[in-house]
């Protein structure tokens, strides 16, 4: 079995703030991806990477930028936090990067911006 | 594009009782997955079908993508199932529903 970590739980920034997200796995999977889901909302896909040092984005990259520094840690940074923002962002991996692959997830980080 | 609708949206169960979630979708799909986000956020991989139908414990998935729906049954409902549960299809992608509030209560 594996884990995915993800730091921190709970992040309050500043409107106009850069604020970045740390997500890493143990499970030596290729592909690593960034959700965020919204109240009453399925969970969107920002940004994804297939291996090392890779970036594709999802439907909602605008306003983010990732970064895949090693095979076991992703990264996101919020460019700019817009206020009274309220979003939990949410890493997974799977072992490839095709569509029909069980995705693993972390436990989330609940974005407050005031 | 893909559009994948989830219901009931909320559903309330007394313990030791059952019922079905489902999954509609608009496209031919290669397989469903199967989530539950629990009290802590942790989303929590209950099943993956590319067909037929799959078992665990108190819970059953059946997959049709011919007819383009998923099916997730839980039976003799404890305190612990209680959450929200997501399917999400793959096409050319994954698509998540939106989910449906599932509540056990004594």
């Known amino acids: 079995g594996g884990i995915i970590t993800q730091t921190p739980k709970f992040l309050i920034g500043q409107e106009g703030q850069k604020l970045t997200l740390k997500c890493q796995q143990n499970?030596?999977?290729?592909?690593m991806y960034w959700y965020r889901q919204d109240s009453g909302k399925g969970l969107r896909l920002i940004y994804y990477?297939?291996?090392?040092?890779?970036?594709q984005k999802g439907d909602l990259s605008e306003g983010y930028d990732a970064s895949r520094e090693k095979k076991s840690s992703f990264s996101l940074t919020v460019t700019s936090a817009q206020k009274n923002e309220m979003a939990v962002f949410l890493c997974?991996?799977?072992?490839?990067?095709?569509?029909?692959?069980?995705?693993?997830f972390g436990s989330g980080t609940r974005l407050t911006v005031l | 594009g893909d559009q994948v609708e989830q219901s009931p949206s909320a559903l309330s169960l007394h313990e030791g009782t059952g019922s079905a979630l489902r999954c509609n979708f608009t496209?031919?799909?290669?397989?469903v997955q199967w989530f539950r986000k629990n009290s802590r956020g942790s989303l929590i991989n209950l099943f993956y079908l590319a067909s037929g139908t799959k078992e665990n414990g108190r819970l059953k998935s059946a997959f049709d993508s011919k007819e383009r729906y998923s099916t997730l049954h839980i039976r003799d409902a404890q305190l612990e199932d209680s959450g929200t549960y997501f399917c999400?299809?793959?096409?050319?992608?994954?698509?998540f529903g939106i989910g449906t509030r599932v509540l056990v209560r004594p």
């Open positions: 499970f030596n999977h290729d592909t």
């Open positions: 990477s297939i291996t090392e040092n890779d970036l």
């Open positions: 999400a299809v793959a096409g050319n992608k994954l698509t």
């Open positions: 997974a991996s799977s072992r490839t990067g095709t569509s029909a692959e069980t995705l693993y």
């Open positions: 496209t031919t799909m290669r397989a």
